[in-house]
């Protein structure tokens, strides 16, 4: 089983950045596939982006160009650094691991984007 556990959320400006992380709980190198999802108030979760085990990524067509996901094995963590940030990105956004059949999720952090 896989804890995920998300920081760096906080309030930007629009076109500020912020910079993601998810800390596993344990080594991230064999899971098949971590990534973000995002819920606004009132509306579903989405998919936002997505790291594969062999660093393969993707990205949902709203953020490209301004996000970026990337990880590091030796710290367990896997990152989400968010440039040119809009309003329409103000949501929770969750960390994701899939592995061995099962589909894990952090707590939830607050990404709010205001002027």
């Known amino acids: 089983q896989v804890q995920l556990v998300e920081s760096g959320g906080g309030m930007v400006q629009p076109g500020g950045s912020l910079r993601l992380s998810c800390a596993a709980s344990r080594s991230i190198s064999r899971i098949d596939v971590m990534g973000w999802y995002r819920q606004a108030p009132g509306k579903q979760r989405e998919y936002v982006a997505s790291?594969?085990?062999?660093?393969?990524?993707h990205y949902v067509d709203s953020v490209k160009a301004r996000f970026t996901i990337s990880r590091d094995n030796a710290k367990k963590t896997v990152y989400l650094q968010m440039n040119s940030l809009k309003p329409e990105d103000t949501a929770v956004y969750y960390c994701?691991?899939?592995?061995?059949?099962?589909?894990?999720w952090g707590q939830g952090t607050q990404v709010t984007v205001s002027s």
């Open positions: 994701n691991a899939q592995f061995a059949g099962y589909s894990y």
């Open positions: 790291i594969t085990w062999n660093d393969m990524t």
